[in-house]
């Protein structure tokens, strides 16, 4: 379906062009519209009309990265006089990702140099598109958080991200762009630390601060989902995450509630504002609040009794969840066994009772 796209868009950038498609065979070059990859890097390279050259671009991602010369061919696209061209080039490479390697320096030169910031941030986009595989870069990846334009800085961010603990040695300049002023940069600079895991482990108290007070709620939900990623390592956010469970914005609470739960025992301290989550106006802030709780392990015992009355929640997902988690605490959750048989026997949905029989077998174990 893309190949006929790009065949449809081919044609109309060259209306004049013969009419044959891509054609492949054995003992014949691969073909595009009756040129083969030289010929379209020729064209690409000497043709005086951009929109020649942008159809170049188009004919040689159809051929693909594993057509001999086609990466570093488009790659020479990168260096054309026309923006528009290189910004395709820069596209056209990472979608050709991860075969098109060899043209990360290439990719991470043009971000940090081209004149135009929509090449930049197009290139630093399509850097990102190469994964971990684009930790040679890291270095130019971090100097482009300084770029002058925020979608640069927006789209470096969350390549390193990306990239993952790889590109841990980024962690003090994300941690800048925790004040950016652009808000999608502080977004993916909070993404990026958290995809470090406990590589960014320093980044730990900025994040909190930021899920405490940024004015923005996306960048507050980003905050508390990387603190999330980070596991035990962001223990010390813990108070900060069990504030965030009262934000006014319900994807800030969310992202509050799983990430307490991705911190297991270490978000003990937290109990008393888990359990006053049982009672949010959103029913998955609830269920996640639930399992949070449940993570606890034995720890949870002091909110058996706040996990009881979730037994008649009247949303039957958060019924079931609190079920669910009551039998995962074994004999921890002694205490709830009356209310779990009445559920059994009386819950008006049949994926409750059956949920609250295999808790009862659970907490009461071998017979």
């Given at each position: 379906m893309v190949?006929?796209?790009?065949i449809?868009?081919?044609?109309?950038?060259l209306?004049?062009a013969?009419?044959?498609?891509?054609?492949?065979t054995?003992?014949?070059p691969?073909?595009?519209?009756?040129?083969?990859?030289?010929?379209w890097?020729e064209?690409?390279?000497?043709?005086?009309k951009?929109e020649r050259?942008r159809?170049a671009?188009?004919?040689?991602?159809?051929l693909g990265?594993k057509?001999?010369?086609?990466?570093v061919g488009?790659?020479?696209?990168?260096?054309?006089a026309d923006?528009?061209?290189r910004?395709?080039?820069?596209?056209?490479?990472?979608?050709m990702?991860?075969?098109?390697?060899?043209?990360?320096d290439?990719?991470a030169k043009?971000?940090?140099?081209d004149?135009?910031?929509a090449?930049?941030e197009?290139?630093?986009?399509?850097?990102?598109?190469?994964?971990a595989?684009?930790?040679p870069?890291?270095s130019?990846?971090?100097?482009?958080?300084q770029?002058r334009?925020?979608?640069t800085r927006?789209?470096?961010a969350?390549?390193?991200?990306r990239?993952g603990s790889a590109?841990?040695?980024?962690?003090?300049?994300l941690?800048e762009?925790?004040?950016?002023?652009?808000a999608?940069?502080?977004?993916?600079a909070a993404?990026?630390?958290g995809r470090?895991?406990?590589?960014?482990?320093?980044a730990?108290?900025?994040?909190?601060?930021?899920?405490?007070?940024?004015?923005?709620?996306?960048?507050?939900r980003s905050?508390?989902?990387?603190?999330?990623?980070?596991?035990a390592s962001?223990?010390?956010?813990?108070?900060?995450?069990?504030?965030?469970l009262?934000?006014?914005?319900?994807e800030?609470?969310?992202a509050?509630a799983?990430?307490?739960g991705k911190?297991?025992?270490?978000?003990?301290?937290?109990?008393?504002?888990?359990t006053g989550a049982?009672?949010d106006a959103?029913?998955l802030?609830r269920?996640?609040?639930i399992?949070?709780?449940?993570?606890?392990g034995?720890?949870?015992?002091p909110?058996?009794t706040s996990?009881?009355?979730c037994?008649?929640?009247?949303?039957v997902?958060v019924?079931?969840?609190?079920?669910?988690?009551?039998?995962r605490?074994?004999?921890?959750?002694?205490?709830?066994?009356p209310?779990?048989?009445?559920?059994?026997k009386?819950?008006s949905?049949?994926?409750?009772r059956?949920a609250?029989?295999?808790a009862?077998?659970?907490?009461?174990g071998p017979?």
């Open positions: 190949r006929g796209l790009l449809a868009l081919l044609a109309l950038l209306p004049s013969g009419l044959a498609e891509y054609q492949a054995t003992d014949q691969r073909v595009v519209r009756g040129k083969t990859a030289s010929e890097i064209l690409l390279e000497k043709d005086p951009p050259r159809a671009l188009v004919a040689l991602s159809i990265p057509e001999p010369g086609v990466v488009v790659s020479t696209g990168l260096n054309d923006a528009a061209v910004r395709q080039a820069a596209q056209t490479l990472g979608e990702a991860p075969a098109a390697k060899v043209a990360l290439s990719l043009t971000m940090e140099s004149k135009e910031q090449v930049r197009t290139a630093a986009k399509a850097l990102g598109r190469f994964g595989d684009a930790k870069v890291v130019s990846l971090t100097h482009a958080l770029d334009h925020a979608g927006a789209a470096a969350e390549t390193l991200g990239i590109a841990g040695s980024a962690t003090p300049q941690v762009r925790l004040k950016d002023p652009d999608l940069v502080r977004g993916y993404y990026a630390l470090f895991g406990d590589a960014g482990r320093a730990v108290p900025s994040l909190a601060e930021a899920l405490a007070k940024d004015a923005q709620s996306a960048v507050r905050a508390a989902s990387a603190l999330g990623e980070m596991g962001a223990a010390a956010a813990v108070p900060a995450l069990g504030t965030a009262k934000d006014k914005q319900i800030v609470r969310r509050a799983e990430s307490l911190l297991g025992p270490q978000s003990k301290i937290a109990l008393t504002a888990l049982f009672k959103d029913k802030v269920s996640l609040a399992q949070s709780v449940g993570n606890l034995k720890e949870a015992e909110a058996v996990l009881v009355q037994l008649s929640d009247e949303a997902e019924r079931l969840v609190a079920v669910e988690e009551l039998g605490l074994g004999s921890v959750a002694k205490g709830a066994l209310a779990l048989k009445e559920a059994e009386n819950d949905r049949a994926a409750v059956e609250a029989a295999e009862i077998r659970k907490i009461e017979m």
